[in-house]
């Protein structure tokens, strides 16, 4: 089977696409037939090697053999079942996250896996595991937990006021849906070019970050997902309301200790806060898995799809997604 590969740190060109033997999968696992998968940061920071952090996982000088295999984001069909896995069986469609998902069949645990509902295109479930997991799992963390109810004669509750920094990325197309679904004021940060895309997902109010500092403005926000990496917690600090929650998804800029001191600060200043700081690292999570499926289901939450590159193409789709400026999700399809 072909399966995109990295035997040493860098580029797009440190790629290779290989004849591998199909993986068995565990009792546990489940073999899926990849259909689409789509390149996350996570991806690119795995090829690269950097920040160096990931090299203490990966491989000092080049990736350890067992980590070679590429792909975390799976949207494929069930091929074989491990003799212990109950929710899935041979033909089932099904979207999630694992590794080695760059290949024509992968094995995957059970728990990384949902059931695809009817209707939803493989190739859009291609772009949905980590992203719309990191989405739904930092509004959480920043205290979103699901719209607010109230009875008949009570007063509605203020919502929640949202600002996403990165709306128009992966996870922000996600978190801006997610928001607005979980009952939220939202309020998103991007560029010039990306406006109309981030109020056409349902931003209450869109700001152009090559015009506005947010930083510098009047408005406060209950929570800040901050997912573009490059603004000090000094700033968001003042325009969070005295409860607020700051949540930063994306790792702070520098390839040596800014992605460990940048943790590190926020829980330091937690502590002495009323304020919540927090970095966060998506898990793993069925549920939550199962929500965002339920919700593509119903036509409540879509992928944005900036480029579809067959998986011969993945040079050029890690390329694009290297570029720091994706609207949406970069997809890779396995034809
Ligand atoms: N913690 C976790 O578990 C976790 C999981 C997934 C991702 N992440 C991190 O979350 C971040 C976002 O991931 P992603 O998949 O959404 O990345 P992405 O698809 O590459 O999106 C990045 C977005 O950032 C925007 N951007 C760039 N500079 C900006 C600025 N100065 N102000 C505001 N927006 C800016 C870009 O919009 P424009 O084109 O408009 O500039 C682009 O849409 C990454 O740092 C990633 O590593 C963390």
């Not at 949902?114 to 772009?127: M, S, Y």
């Not at 979103?144 to 109230?150: D, I, Q």
């Not at 005295?242 to 998804?249: E, F, K, R, W």
Request: one cysteine or more; hydrophobic letters at 45%; glycine letters at 12%.
């Amino acid at each position: 089977m072909r399966s995109v590969i990295a035997e040493t740190y860098g580029g797009p060109e440190s790629l290779r696409i290989v004849d591998a033997p199909p993986p068995t999968p565990a009792p546990d696992q489940v073999l899926v037939r990849v259909a689409a998968s789509s390149v996350n940061p996570l991806d690119t920071h795995e090829l690269t090697g950097r920040p160096y952090l990931v090299r203490i996982v990966r491989g000092l000088r080049a990736p350890k053999p067992d980590g070679r295999a590429m792909g975390s984001d799976i949207a494929g069909v069930v091929e074989a079942v491990g003799d212990q896995v109950t929710r899935f069986a041979v033909g089932d469609r099904v979207v999630g996250f694992g590794r080695a998902a760059w290949s024509e069949l992968t094995a995957v645990t059970e728990s990384g896996l949902v059931r695809l509902p009817e209707g939803v295109p493989l190739v859009d479930a291609g772009g949905v595991g980590v992203a719309a997991i990191t989405a739904l799992q930092g509004l959480r963390r920043g205290g979103l937990v699901g719209p607010a109810t109230w009875g008949p004669g009570e007063v509605e509750p203020m919502r929640p006021r949202v600002l996403i920094i990165g709306a128009s990325g992966g996870v922000g197309t996600f978190a801006v849906q997610i928001a607005k679904l979980l009952g939220a004021h939202v309020t998103a940060v991007t560029s010039t070019r990306n406006l109309e895309l981030v109020a056409r997902l349902g931003a209450d109010d869109v700001i152009d970050y090559t015009t506005t500092e947010v930083t510098r403005g009047i408005a406060r926000f209950d929570l800040v997902l901050e997912l573009a990496g490059n603004r000090r917690r000094r700033d968001l600090a003042r325009i969070l309301t005295p409860t607020g929650s700051l949540i930063a998804c994306g790792a702070p800029r520098g390839q040596w200790l800014g992605p460990l001191l940048g943790p590190a600060g926020l829980a330091i200043a937690s502590r002495f806060s009323r304020r919540t700081y927090a970095s966060f690292l998506a898990k793993r999570d069925t549920d939550d898995l199962q929500r965002i499926a339920d919700w593509l289901g119903e036509g409540a939450l879509r992928v944005v799809i900036d480029e579809v590159h067959p998986l011969d193409r993945i040079a050029d789709a890690v390329a694009h997604q290297l570029g720091e400026h994706a609207r949406g999700k970069v997809i890779v399809t396995i034809p």
